[in-house]
């Protein structure tokens, strides 16, 4: 049973910092890609931020500058450090995982909420 579980989310203040995180169960960690992505009401899911599994970082226009993906092998997670929160980063997070070998199968986690707000 393939599990990515999300924690972290919640409501912040503009300019703070939130940290997310994401376990991973039932895979071989190191043979995925992880990346984060969001999806506001209305709007399509985008990426936010990638990591391979040898630690190359791609990120959104939008969040460059602000936030940082990282990945932990030896605890199975990958994390999404937030800084300078902006209104529109509020949406539901969502972490994959993608095998980086045929045939490239996907997993998703159920997501968690980030509000930005005053």
């Known amino acids: 049973q393939v599990q990515l579980v999300e924690s972290g989310g919640g409501l912040v203040q503009p300019g703070g910092s939130l940290r997310l995180s994401c376990a991973a169960s039932?895979?071989?960690?190191?043979?995925?890609?992880m990346g984060w992505y969001r999806q506001a009401p209305g709007k399509q899911r985008d990426l936010v931020a990638a990591?391979?599994?040898?630690?190359?970082?791609n990120y959104a226009d939008s969040v460059k500058g602000r936030f940082t993906i990282s990945r932990d092998n030896a605890k199975n997670t990958v994390s999404l450090q937030m800084n300078n929160l902006k209104p529109e980063d509020t949406a539901v997070y969502y972490c994959k995982a993608k095998r980086i070998l045929p045939p490239y199968e996907e997993y998703w986690g159920q997501g968690t909420q980030v509000t930005v707000s005053s």
């Open positions: 039932g895979i071989i960690f190191n043979f995925y890609a």
């Open positions: 990591i391979t599994n040898g630690g190359i970082t």
